[in-house]
């Protein structure tokens, strides 16, 4: 009887161990999940008469149908939508706000110009939700990233460059006839180089080259700051304060966020002289640089394996998870186990209702301060007394993982 309850409780270990994981990954069947839309909108065209590759044996903009006119930028759609899934498996912050913006098109644009697809339009709604339910996940900026942001914009420009001036090709001089034509002047004009061989002389037509320049200066602007901004940014920091040391990773601490607790332990182990690793985001690392300068510092996110490999977690003494999010911290402590790292694991709870929750991942430490400060409130207010040893006591009630002994050392 009791092997068979010792099988069961095996058994149901696997099954919560599997579950976690799966749940850590949550970011790749979210990028799955949004990637089908595009699957939906390419299946949709190749099931209308309109064949969309026709686009460049089109010589004469009287030669296209009006339905192709349709189909071309839902196509395009479709594509955008796979190159912002592509960073939803990397968890880049701008991939998901350009996700659910392109949700946001994909289901208005379906329910006007194709309401007979209604699996498209709630699969869309589905996926809309799902990016907002999971949106503190998404949290990591990357030069990639901005890379595919830079591309979305740069091809969304072409494209409606080339058709406008397809579009009001009567009113240039000479007449703008054939799709090379028009895509030459796209270029030309997005660029401002502006060589003078073809020239609007129609109001519409120089409004629309007006409304190109100023789009091609902005679109530009941008791709280069969100790609080379951070490049140039960490290689001017590298200028001004030197290249900085890297610590030796060894028999160190690590500490994973900048709680309130965090930031005191820092202090403590620093005057210590206790060798420190601190993970931060990029988010929190510019706004604590003032706090961060002389320390050995890893940018990223600290429940990323990747990232606390790079911090040393395989030699180090201790993973702190001190951030101010308890989910976060339970996370920091799956993948320090996950990674098989001999270091002991402490997980701060902000929120002592967390505490079962953030037991559950098995930390070596629970810290609970919220806790230890209620419990010494309410002895105050009811009259107790309050020693060393009802400190003692209260303490180990709210530090979970120690022993007296260790307490007392």
């Known amino acids: 009887m009791k092997e068979h309850v010792s099988w069961i409780r095996w058994v149901g270990q696997i099954i919560r161990r599997f579950t976690k994981w799966l749940y850590t990954l949550r970011h790749i069947f979210v990028a799955l999940f949004v990637l089908g839309n595009s699957g939906l909108i390419f299946h949709t065209i190749y099931g209308l008469p309109i064949n969309l590759f026709t686009l460049f044996n089109v010589r004469n903009y009287a030669q296209i149908n009006v339905s192709f006119l349709t189909n071309a930028p839902y196509f395009m759609l479709g594509v955008f939508i796979v190159m912002s899934s592509v960073g939803l498996f990397f968890r880049a912050r701008i991939s998901w706000m350009i996700s659910f913006t392109l949700m946001l098109i994909n289901i208005f644009y379906t329910a006007h110009i194709h309401p007979q697809q209604t699996h498209n339009i709630h699969y869309g709604i589905a996926s809309l939700i799902l990016l907002f ?155 604590a640089k003032d706090q961060l300068e002389g320390l050995d510092v890893v940018v990223g996110d600290y429940s990323d394996g990747a990232i606390l490999t790079q911090a040393g977690v395989m030699n180090a003494k201790a993973v702190l998870a001190l951030s101010d999010d308890d989910a976060d911290n339970a996370f920091i402590v799956l993948s320090a186990i996950e990674l098989a790292s001999s270091a002991r694991t402490v997980a701060l709870v902000n929120e002592s209702k967390n505490i079962n929750k953030v037991k559950s991942v098995n930390p070596d430490i629970v810290i609970s301060p919220q806790q230890f400060a209620s419990d010494i409130l309410a002895r105050v207010l009811n009259g107790e007394s309050i020693d060393s040893d009802s400190i003692v006591a209260s303490l180990l009630h709210s530090v979970q993982g120690l022993s007296d002994n260790e307490i007392n050392k």
Do not use: W
Request: glycine share 8%; hydrophobic share 45%; net charge positive.
């Open 133 to 287: 339910m999971v949106r503190k996940y998404f949290s990591k900026s990357s030069v990639a990233a901005g890379s595919i942001f830079a591309l979305i914009s740069v091809i969304t420009l072409l494209l409606t460059s080339t058709y406008g001036a397809l579009y009001f090709g009567d009113g240039f001089n000479p007449k703008i006839t054939s799709l090379l034509t028009a895509f030459y002047y796209a270029i030309e004009t997005m660029s401002t180089v502006g060589y003078g061989d073809i020239v609007p002389v129609t109001e519409p037509a120089r409004l629309f080259t007006i409304s190109v320049i100023v789009s091609g200066i902005t679109v530009f602007a941008t791709s280069a700051t969100s790609v080379l901004g951070p490049v140039v940014h960490s290689g001017f920091e590298r200028l001004v304060k030197g290249n900085s040391k890297k610590m030796d990773r060894t028999n160190h601490f690590i500490i994973c966020g900048l709680s309130s607790l965090g930031i005191n332990t820092i202090k403590q182990l620093t005057e210590r002289k206790q060798p420190i690793t601190i993970i931060v985001s990029p988010r929190i690392q510019q706004v």
